[in-house]
Every structure is written in structure tokens, then in C-alpha cells.
């Protein structure tokens, strides 16, 4: 089995990339999700591309969750002995750390590839500023970045952003231009490239904590898109408490919506019917109050340091 992690702060598009991974090379491939909340969003988004779907929720699988992350791994392999498994970390974890543990169960049975770091253009400053010690850990850690959302972006910004990240890691291969544009066989060597196993890792000193809380809701109701529109610049200025990613999806009368809330800013698309309306909100000082009336259901309020419901869906 093959382990292949795309790692990538809040918001910067990983689901996005393995939904391409999947068109681009055709394989047929589990993914770990690990993601905050009883409320599974991107795991019920790749669930669509008929992908078989491992999720560990409210927890990290870089610090608190090591022995379920490792014996994940492990179950994976001895029961559905797929040939490659995407992992796809929490957007707040520490890239180190996950290759670390994934070393320590390496053996002739699963192999580690090179990770790849997705990375949003329009973030790389903020995050640098408000969440240093993490987002450089997941770009020291990696021997390729892709670049996100560049596709309104000048060639300055792009070479601008490049060098910033080049100071970073300066033996990293970056790609600057949207990476759909890349042929075949570019994607087909992300899945063939096994990472060296003297390869180094920088690790910080100690954990990290973040302080996040996480509100995840199933069952949401909204009422229109005007609404829908109110409530995310409401959530935008702060009404709600500091808000740092958001996502979901709804039906709004008889079409299902996506909605999306990073790096402050929000997007909303149309999307094929889901089984149920989810949303998860991922900040700090989050009023449950308000955010209960707001999308009108009964919430589940837990600390994102909570131990995991662990589960795997069968497709």
C-alpha cells in the first residue's frame, strides 16, 4: 500500500486536489479524513467521486491521535489492502508529525511517498503571521508545493508568493500555475515516487495548540440564498465569534448549495443533492447561541481535542 499525504492549511483546496488526483489518474484509491466535528463535509463531498472514505473526527491525527492514526493505518491495509491511501490531515496539523508516525508503521506492506503541501495564494502572509509555527512546519516538510486558486492572479504575485515560500524551503519543487493544466503524466508521478527514507524532517520543539473550537451542525435549514449571503458576511465580520474556515451544504429550495468561508473570504456553488444539510465552523470564542438560531437546528458544541469516533465507510 502506498501512502501518499496532501497536506495544506484551512482552506486551501486538498479535497479539491483529490478530487483531481482521482479524475487525472484514474486509480481507485481510500482516503483518511481527518477531520473536526461529527459533521464529515469533505469526506461526504469525495463520497460522491465514489471514493471508500476512512474518517477520523474531532481530533488531530499529528498529536492526540497517534495510536488511532497508526492503527488506522494498520486496519487499512490488513482488511481492504488497497494499493494507494490518500491521507488528507487536519489543515491545522503538523506535517511532521504525520510522517513521523506513519514511519514508525512503515514496513514491506505500506510504503510512504512523497508528501505534496497544497497552499492557498491569497493566505500564504496571513497564515504565516497568525499561525507561524504550523504553516511553516507544512512547508518546511514537503518536497513539492502547489500553489491554489492562482487562476486570477498576476505572474508578479505568483513569483512574489514563490519566493516566499522558496525562502521557506528552498529545495522544494513549487508550481505556480494552476495545476489542472498539468499533463497526465505529471499526476500519474505523484503516485510513484517514494518518499527518502533519509529524508529530513523539522519538527518543532513541542506540540502546538491552537485554542479552536469547532461547532459542527447536520441538519441545517436556509431559506434562500439572500440569506445564505447575510449569514456568511455575519459570520465574516465576527458576529458569530473569530471565524477561520467554514464549510457545508444545504438544499436552498430545490437546488443543493455548497458554501465555503477561508482566509475571510466566502464562496458558494451548486452541488449535487447530499444525504443530509451539514455545515462545520471552525474558530475561536464561537457563540453557540447565536450560531443554533442562526442556521436553525440542534448543535453539537465539542473541543477540537476531544478524542475520535472513528469509523469507516464501505462503498
Known sequence: MKVFVISGFLGAGKTTFIQALSERTAQKFVVMENEYGGAGIDGAVLQKDRLKIWELTEG?????????????ILTI???????????EPTGVG??????????????????????????????????LREFGEIYTDQMKNTPRIVLSKTEQSSS??????????RELNPHAEILSTPYQSQPDTWWQELLQKPLNKNYAIYAPAAEHNLN??????????IES?????ELLVALLRGYFGVVYRIKGFAPIGTQWTKFDIAD????????EPMQ??????????????RLKEAFQVRIQWKSLERRPNTKHIGL
Open 225 to 229: 440564498v439572500q440569506a445564505l449571503l
Open 60 to 72: 488531530c491525527i499529528c498529536c492526540s491521535l497517534k495510536s488511532d492514526f497508526a492503527s488506522s
Open 156 to 165: 508578479a504575485e505568483r513569483e512574489r508568493i514563490t519566493a516566499i515560500l
Open 94 to 127: 503538523l506535517l511532521s508529525a504525520v510522517l513521523q508516525n506513519i514511519g514508525k508503521i512503515e514496513y514491506e506492506r505500506i510504503r510512504l511517498l512523497e508528501p505534496l503541501t497544497v497552499v492557498d495564494i491569497h493566505s500564504v502572509e496571513d497564515y
Open 264 to 271: 475571510r473570504l466566502y464562496t458558494i456553488t451548486m452541488c
Open 77 to 87: 491495509v490488513n482488511t481492504l489492502d488497497p494499493e494507494y491511501l490518500i491521507v
Open 276 to 289: 443530509q444539510a451539514q455545515a462545520v465552523i471552525i474558530g475561536q470564542n464561537l457563540d453557540r447561541k
Open 212 to 221: 479552536l473550537e469547532t461547532v459542527s451542525l447536520n441538519g441545517i435549514r
